[in-house]
């Protein structure tokens, strides 16, 4: 194992002679650090060209729940790419995905029927928003175009997703002119914050087609937590002001919170949710957005325009249904919900040292989900290499270092992480 984060960073000809035609994303190409070239994965760890190995705490943007190249996935997608990698799915199915679709339908708790797929979480936020829209017109209610959102959330990068993120903490107030304008508020944590929100609906209702909300963690907003009794209130507003409930799970599904998905914590249940990310276990590229049979039904009809009209090309992309498949098998054959609940606890512990450190705002946990919040980052460039040098793999956000690891990591694997995070922190003040 080499992690000498003084070993030679001699660059890889790919490396070096192509770097110039990259852009990257959620960074200012003249200023940023220079990515650092990697070979491969495996388990918890990142290979990089020098021979270093860091740790990865972040799972790729919480995709790899179960490690990098787990076998039991690998083998499944070898085994469908000598069957069929892709072919349209217009016109066309295959096992793949209709098995997928019924093992996604049978492990959402309630009435979620119905699973249209796509290619990026993003990309499920815009078909759920399309969903939620036309389900309005198709059952002969004009004007519910707009929907409620909130304060420290983010569902994609997308134009409609953007929309429904709050400006300020994702990254999107330049693009105020081009999205359309919705209903951005407080979460309704509490009886006080709670009663603007039902202002707004008693008011409005008869233009908001639904409310979106990331259950339990708003993940790159910020990674701040709320309680179940959110979900609850919503559930409870959405039906007596006659919108409809989309959860975004793209984050917090498959595990990350502690159960399988989210919402369970609450015992109620949307009219549309968005599942992406872990799906595949962090191998392709796959997302689905869930319906009701309530709303499905509004499109089932004589009437070719009461279709819903939407298609991505890679759609239900057979290679990424085996992955995803292949994942839920893990789920079912080895301890994941046991595994996250140690990681919590050893998150508990391992990140406790940086309570009442200066520039500490809070120190919280949910689930797989460490998140240590700092008063600011002045230099986010310059804190990811104190990381790296620590042979650690961990990409804080905004004033936020946290880690989502894999669910398969080692106890000593996540003792250095957490180790990595509170010698950082202290050695900022």
Known sequence: MANDAGKSNAEPAWYSENMEHIWLPYAQMKTVSPPVPVVRTQG???????GRELIDGIASWWTACHGYNHPHIRQAVETQLGQMPHVMFGGLAHEPALTLAKRLTTLLPGDLARVFFSDSGSVAVEVALKMATQYWINSGVRGKSRFVAFKGGYHGDTTGAMAVS???ASMHAAFAGLLPEHHITNLPDDDGSAAPLEKLLDERSDTVAGIIIEPLVQGA?????HDANVLCRLRSLADKYNVLLIFDEIFTGFGRTGTMFAYEHAGVTPDIVT???ALTGGTLPLAATVATRKVFD????????????????YMANALACAAANASLDLFEREPRM????DISGALERGLASCCGLPRVKDVRVKGAVGVVELDRIDDLNALRHRFLEQAVFIRPIGSIIYLTPAFTISSDEL???????VKTVRDMN
């Not at 907003?221 to 937590?225: E, N, S, V």
């Open 44 to 50: 918890t760890r990142i290979i990089l060209a020098d």
């Open 166 to 168: 709050d400006p300020e």
């Open 298 to 313: 509004a499109f089932w009809s004589d009437d070719p325009k009461k279709a819903f009209m939407h298609g991505p090309t």
């Open 415 to 421: 003792k250095t992480l957490t180790n990595a995070i």
């Open 221 to 225: 907003g910020g990674m701040t937590f």
């Open 275 to 277: 599942l992406s990310k």
């Open 338 to 341: 046991r595994q996250i609940a």
